[in-house]
């Protein structure tokens, strides 16, 4: 650390000769400010990124042994400072002429060294990924703990009978464990998504020499191996300036919460007192302050709003992405903006995880649910057609005539016996239809119906298993491929830290 007293010099600008005075008080503001705002995100990384381009020119033999050793032992120093003992100030620009001027103090023109071959901005790019990439791993994780909560709860009720609902209407009948499953196979594949965005942000852009390369002997793939990454951004000007990736990440990012937040407004129906086919736990609910009989799924709004506001930085981002190629603006508001998104969406995954453990159906009222309201028409209509060869249109046109004569009876699906299946085929075939009462009682019963739905993905209790069994095998090799890639990217910072030349 510099002595108290140290003030990086007015002529922070240097020996630019196009530049001769210190910034407005309005870009400090507007620009600066902004740019050191994301110095918690980069502050360990722009060292870490110094660290390996001065191993690399040493073993390059660009920098002097001399030289060398001043910057390295400063360079780890730097590298280990919490980022709030560092002296940021945005007069002095971005977090890496910061760090430049604090490195000048410290070791004079040895620190000239580390912008042999780069430009400021590499430091950056490089940094912004090496911070992203944990942050996407987090991501990742969080997803792979809600579909792996999603499969343990509807292992718990795989025959738990439940009517689906669609325009809020009962439509046929379920299991509660089928219906969960349709939200952890998303989750998965967002864990897919992830995987792909980790992978585009764990390439190296080092060592690009602005644009086109350097006459200085970069060693581009020394610099990545130090770092961790997985490989190069190939091309050296698309290194500097590519942001697609980022909108990808940022897309999945919201695709992922909106997943979650499907299941959040499902929840806040299915909770409310008008269905109570289910509950969450206390602790993801608040009372209101007016009315002493409510208790709001407080949990489930956050959820939502998270969703919504993460699909307007997508967006927000793509916008600031409209540029001409090579711009600063296509980033200058994206590291903060990226890394707070992934860090929401995290944070609501991670919430929608802890609720999903916290449910508590009301078996009796699913079930009920599942059998009234002639929600076993389509079933009804299906055994008529297999039993007497009656195609089906023909079919549901009967079992549709006996359900409007039930209703203008003011009755419900007892009404759907033997002698209405065939008064309904008088009037809408006009033939007779007899079919056996068992037929029909069986047709009528949801257990008997959801052991039926025996085709690959269903809801009875074969394909059931299938698909619990397969979403735990994908939710334990996701955990694994995060813990893996943690270890390896914190082996590699460690040893970094630990060089010695």
């Known amino acids: 650390m510099p002595p108290p007293s140290w003030q990086p010099p007015e002529d922070y600008l240097g020996a630019t000769a196009r530049v001769r005075s210190g910034p407005a008080p309005e870009l400090v503001e507007a620009g600066y400010a902004l740019e050191l705002?994301?110095?918690p995100l980069l502050h360990r990384g722009l060292a870490l990124a110094d660290l390996a381009h001065v191993v690399m020119l040493r073993e390059q033999d660009v920098i002097p042994p001399a030289d060398c050793a001043e910057l390295l032992p400063v360079l780890v120093e730097l590298a280990r400072m919490p980022v709030e003992a560092f002296p940021y100030d945005p007069r002095y620009g971005d977090a890496y002429n910061s760090h430049e001027r604090w490195?000048?103090?410290?070791?004079?023109?040895?620190?000239?060294?580390?912008a042999a071959g780069r430009p400021r901005r590499e430091a950056g790019r490089i940094a912004f990924r090496l911070a992203l990439r944990g942050q996407v791993l987090g991501l990742a994780a969080a997803v792979g703990r809600l579909a792996g909560a999603l499969a343990d709860i509807a292992d718990d009720h795989a025959a738990t009978l439940m009517a689906d609902y669609t325009?809020?209407?009962?439509?046929?009948?379920?299991?509660?464990g089928h219906y969960l499953l349709s939200f952890a196979y998303p989750a998965l594949r967002d864990g897919e998504r992830l995987r792909?965005?980790?992978g585009w942000v764990n390439r190296s852009p080092a060592g690009a020499g602005g644009v086109a390369g350097s006459r200085l002997p970069l060693d581009r793939a020394r610099v990545a191996e130090l770092l961790g990454f997985d490989g190069l951004v190939e091309h050296t000007r698309d290194a500097m300036w590519q942001t697609d990736g980022l909108v990808a990440l940022l897309t999945s990012a919201s695709v992922a919460t909106t997943n979650a937040s499907q299941l959040a407004e499902d929840l806040e129906v299915y909770t409310s007192r008008e269905f109570g086919l289910l509950s969450i736990g206390d602790a993801f609910c608040r009372a209101s302050v007016l009315m002493p009989q409510k208790r709001n799924p407080y949990a489930l709004p956050v959820i939502r709003g998270g969703a919504g506001t993460l699909i307007g930085r997508a967006a927000g981002l793509m916008a600031t992405q409209r540029t001409p190629s090579a711009r600063t603006d296509n980033l200058l508001y994206a590291y903060g903006e990226v890394s707070e998104a992934v860090d929401l969406a995290t944070r609501v995954i991670d919430l929608a995880a802890a609720v999903t453990q916290s449910l508590e159906p009301d078996t009796g009222a699913m079930a009920r649910a599942a059998g009234e309201g002639f929600a076993?028409?389509?079933?009804?209509?299906?055994?008529?057609c297999q039993a007497t060869g009656l195609d089906y249109r023909s079919s549901y046109l009967v079992v549709g005539r006996a359900v409007a004569a039930a209703i203008e009876q003011g009755r419900g699906s007892e009404a759907l016996d033997a002698p209405a299946i065939d008064q309904a085929a008088r009037e809408v075939l006009g033939e007779p239809l007899e079919v056996a009462p068992t037929l029909i009682a069986d047709a009528l019963d949801p257990a008997a119906a959801i052991a039926t739905r025996t085709v690959q993905g269903g809801a009875a209790a074969e394909p059931m298993a299938a698909m619990i069994e397969h979403c735990r095998a994908a939710v334990g090799e996701l955990a694994s491929w995060v813990a893996r890639r943690r270890r390896e990217a914190d082996r590699a910072e460690q040893s970094l830290l630990e060089v010695h030349i």
């Open 196 to 198: 792909q965005a980790h």
């Open 103 to 114: 490195l000048q103090a410290r070791v004079g023109r040895a620190a000239g060294w580390l």
């Open 37 to 39: 705002a994301d110095a």
């Open 167 to 176: 325009y809020l209407q009962a439509a046929q009948p379920t299991t509660f």
């Open 376 to 384: 076993l028409a389509t079933d009804l209509a299906e055994a008529l």
